[in-house]
């Protein structure tokens, strides 16, 4: 099934199901059908997707605000994605998350953390109770090159390295943490180095480049698997739209933007399946009209989903008791 | 009944229940190898070695990966050290642990401890000395057990080690050392319950872990003039056990909140509001807090006296409040 036909196909059909999850969820904000902040994978697509593509279904990611296309590669459901954007109780997080923090424990994603470098101890702390009860599941920590410059991010790395657990760490370097960019912020070129100080490998890749993102994945898996430990993957790529939804982007040149748009991930691939004649125009058109079906039922149903019960503000803190009114 | 000390009970309610459970499993810094800096896991040196373990002076990913470890079925115990430092991982403990549930709809459960030790000590200054129970009192998702005598710390501990919620535990560091009686059989205490430490029918003081002593101190000197205090330990924090207060103060119409963490926006202060909302008509005259001074602890011996409550400030505020 590697590197099939059928297989490279997948990995396309995710880019594409969440650019156009993404499309529609900017254009519902910026028509004001969604409240909150919405933080776009756009032009990242790749990496969710390579990364994911060799994961088992009981392995754990952590996730973060910028969480979407984390999810949809993991399998989640885009309806219950799309009600969690609109606050719909039948949203993965019923209504008390809201976009920043879509996770679903039974596909194996421990949240999605609005805090930059938040998930590092969270994704740390799974490899450690795999480690303690001798399982051979893997975590991978998503993160951005903002979180390689918090406290969090070297003490995670540093620990994990120690007990060598299962745990790989993937930098999406997307050159902004927030408006602030990676080159003004970030001491070195490659982020990747950092690993060096902690005794582990690092490697930074084209994000943009799924393929490239799924084979070295690929072999840190492994790695981490056979109990070798935990590694760094810096995976480089853009943050084509602003921060949120609405940013102003005053920060930087759009001429920028447009540049770094030729090497969009989904084109980058397209080129290279046509290529080698693995898609045709028929199919392209298929995989996308698809895509977009589906983001328009999901539109449907968390549009026609009853919101929450304002009584359900007070339940979900503690297990067995409601733990707000004392 | 036997007696053993408090650092023995908590060990002991550690180890019984590692027995029961293999999801448990304890780190921290100096616990492994050294039984922590004040005895606490005396009793656990050389026992599961695979399961106790020291870590680096990492304090965020410390906490934060006690939740990553739950999430994924284990029982992590968490020492952290000294209370302050809390402070220096506090994200992984407030924006992540108390947060992470309720944020996604209530998915998984978070049977995680935190525990370690709390106050003053000899003379061990500004950042080895806090009290600061309230913070998490404060933020919604975590339970607060902050127990006062060897009997207690094993039973709430060991409930702590069988609750599917977060818990954080604060261990007096002059307690310790302190013997008490504990039963050789298996036991539990509730969260959020109180225990009435002494009777009483002239005035109410609630208040946990060393204050506790110092009220029951206060209590027995004001007995020789003829004033009956009754004595409430907590015990929890959150929960805390209302309806004991509220009826205790029915009875006695006057009520101390005692605490060695700050006087101002401690728990005591809590506590006062909502016995004013709840039982103004039974009050004869205003609540009086006990609570450390406003500053950070200093280290000579006579400044850290004169900034830290004790009996003799119970015992002012109780003939304050019956003038």
């Known amino acids: ?326 | 009944m036997r007696e053993i000390t408090f650092a023995e009970a908590l060990g002991e309610a550690i180890l019984e229940e590692m027995e029961k459970d293999p999801a448990i499993f304890t780190y921290g810094e100096d616990i492994a190898r050294q039984g922590g800096i004040f005895g606490a896991y005396k009793s656990l040196l050389g026992k599961f070695p695979d399961r106790i373990f020291d870590t680096p002076i990492s304090e965020e990913v410390i906490y934060g990966s006690a939740l990553g470890a739950a999430l994924v079925g284990m029982r992590p115990v968490v020492e952290f050290h000294f209370a302050d430092f809390l402070f220096t991982g506090i994200q992984s403990i407030t924006l992540q642990i108390e947060k992470i549930r309720y944020m996604t709809g209530g998915q998984g459960k978070l049977h995680l401890l935190l525990r370690g030790p709390d106050g003053i000590s000899n003379s061990a200054a500004a950042q080895h000395s806090e009290c600061i129970e309230t913070i998490f009192m404060h933020v919604p998702g975590i339970k607060v057990v902050i127990p006062s005598t060897p009997y207690d710390v094993k039973g709430l501990i060991k409930k702590a080690l069988q609750e599917d919620d977060p818990v954080i535990c604060f261990e007096h560091k002059m307690l310790y050392r302190m013997r008490g009686p504990v039963p050789e059989e298996d036991y539990t205490i509730p969260l959020g319950i109180a225990e009435v430490k002494r009777e009483g029918n002239d005035v109410t003081v609630v208040t946990v872990s060393r204050m506790v002593h110092e009220s029951l101190k206060a209590a027995e000197e004001l007995k020789k003039e003829g004033i009956s205090a009754e004595i409430i330990d907590l015990r929890t924090l959150v929960p805390w056990d209302r309806k004991t207060v509220i009826e205790s103060v029915k009875k006695t119409n006057h009520l101390i909140v005692a605490h060695e963490t700050w006087k101002r926006a401690g728990w005591g202060a809590e506590i006062a509001s909502v016995v004013q909302e709840e039982a103004f008509d039974y009050l004869d005259a205003p609540i009086i807090r006990v609570g450390a001074k406003n500053v950070p602890m200093p280290f000579a011996a006579n400044l850290q006296d004169f900034v830290t409550p004790n009996y003799k400030d119970v015992i002012t505020a109780i003939k304050q409040s019956l003038r």
């Open chain 1, 1 to 326: 099934m590697e590197n099939s036909n059928d297989f490279l196909l997948n990995l396309y059909t995710t880019m594409v199901l969440i650019r156009n999850f993404e499309l529609m969820a900017e254009k519902l904000f910026l028509e004001g059908e969604l409240p909150g902040f919405i933080h776009l994978y756009i032009g990242e697509e790749a990496i969710a997707t390579g990364v994911m593509a060799n994961l088992r279904k009981d392995d754990f990611i952590t996730s973060t605000h910028r969480g979407h296309g984390h999810m949809i590669a993991k399998g989640a459901d885009i309806n219950r994605m799309m009600a969690e954007l609109y606050g719909k109780e039948t949203g993965y997080c019923k209504g008390k998350g809201g976009s920043m923090h879509i996770a679903d424990f039974s596909l194996g994603v421990l949240g999605a953390n609005g805090v930059v470098g938040g998930g590092l101890p969270i994704a740390v702390g799974a490899g450690l109770g795999i480690k303690m009860k001798k399982g051979d599941q893997i975590v991978v920590a998503f993160f951005g090159d903002g979180a390689s410059n918090t406290g969090s991010f070297h003490e995670s790395l540093n620990f994990a390295s120690i007990y060598k657990l299962p745990v790989i760490f993937v930098l999406e370097n997307n050159r902004y943490a927030s408006t602030a960019s990676t080159q003004a912020t970030t001491a070195i070129e490659n982020i990747s180095d950092r690993a060096v100080a902690y005794g582990i490998p690092g490697i930074t890749i084209d994000g943009n480049d799924v393929i490239a993102v799924y084979e070295t994945t690929q072999e840190m898996v492994k790695r981490a698997r056979d109990g070798g430990g935990p590694s760094l993957i810096e995976a480089k790529t853009y943050r084509i739209k602003g921060h949120f939804v609405g940013d102003p982007e005053l920060y930087r040149n759009k001429k920028e933007v447009v540049e770094f748009w030729l090497n969009e991930p989904i084109k980058k691939f397209e080129k290279r399946l046509e290529r080698e004649k693995i898609l045709n125009s028929a199919e392209k058109k298929n995989i996308w009209e698809s895509a977009q079906k589906k983001i328009k039922e999901a539109v449907i149903f968390a549009k026609e989903s009853p919101i929450p019960d304002g009584n359900d503000a007070l339940t979900d803190l503690f297990i067995h008791d409601s733990g707000y009114d004392y």
